[in-house]
């Protein structure tokens, strides 16, 4: 079975400064996507970012990039500039293309202060 | 992108009532759907995968009797929670898969269905 786990119950940001929120997965599989989701107080998942396991570069989407540390089964969200609307919960999650499944992790609340 | 939808909203009904909630793939047809049940602040538990013209397969510990899952087509899998009582209230939301997008493994997800059992 996969387990994802997220170390930051809560984060928080300066307007326009930096964070990374960490992400770590366990699996045996070889053929898997990682994924980062936002879910803002309207609470409607959004995809913000996807990386294939085989790719060894990193997936970046505007401001937002990861860093996906295989061997170490890490995967990180870096969010440069941040905006207050960038405010929400975010979510990594594991999907296992033997499974046809998403196993998501505990959430990471991030906070923006103007 | 891809869009999915789900209706109602939100809706509160009466304990020992049954409720069904839609989940529709606007612009992309989903041999596969999912069905997720959230509590405030945390994950999303998956409660069942929903495929088109077949039974759904729930996860361990979901009632099926409890939560009847239909895909009739392509664009439309429902979720009825039977005989709901207060502890069935939650934040249930559905997703798709998009199998010819070239990202098939991605998921999209509706906005939710907020319940209210009273």
């Known amino acids: 079975a996969q387990t994802v786990t997220q170390s930051q119950p809560e984060m928080s940001v300066q307007e326009a400064e930096t964070v990374t929120l960490s992400c770590t997965y366990d699996?045996?599989?070889?053929?898997?996507?990682l994924f980062w989701y936002k879910q803002p107080p309207s609470r409607q998942m959004i995809l913000v970012i996807r990386?294939?396991?085989?790719?060894?570069q990193n997936a970046t989407e505007n401001r937002f990039s990861v860093n996906f540390q295989k061997a170490a089964k890490s995967f990180s969200l870096k969010i440069s500039d941040s905006q207050l609307g960038d405010a929400a919960m975010y979510f990594c999650?594991?999907?296992?293309?033997?499974?046809?499944?998403?196993?998501f992790g505990q959430g990471t609340i991030l906070t923006v202060h103007p | 992108g891809a869009v999915v939808s789900q209706h109602p909203s939100w809706v509160i009904c009466k304990s020992g009532t049954s409720v069904k909630i839609e989940c529709r793939s606007l612009?992309?047809?989903?041999?596969?759907m999912f069905w997720y049940r959230q509590f405030p602040k945390q994950s999303l538990m998956l409660m069942a995968t929903?495929?088109?013209?077949?039974?759904?397969?729930?996860e361990q510990g979901v009632e099926k009797d409890k939560f009847l899952i239909n895909h009739a087509s392509l664009t439309l899998s429902t979720l009825t929670v039977t005989s709901a009582h207060p502890e069935d209230s939650s934040f249930y939301i559905c997703?798709?898969?998009?199998?010819?997008?070239?990202?098939?493994?991605?998921?999209?997800f509706g906005p939710g269905t907020r319940l209210l059992v009273l």
């Open positions: 997703s798709a898969r998009d199998p010819d997008s070239g990202a098939g493994e991605t998921q999209y």
């Open positions: 699996t045996s599989e070889s053929d898997y996507y």
């Open positions: 990386q294939e396991a085989y790719k060894q």
């Open positions: 999650a594991f999907f296992s293309t033997s499974y046809g499944k998403l196993t």
């Open positions: 612009d992309f047809q989903a041999t596969t």
């Open positions: 929903s495929n088109e013209g077949s039974k759904a397969t729930y």
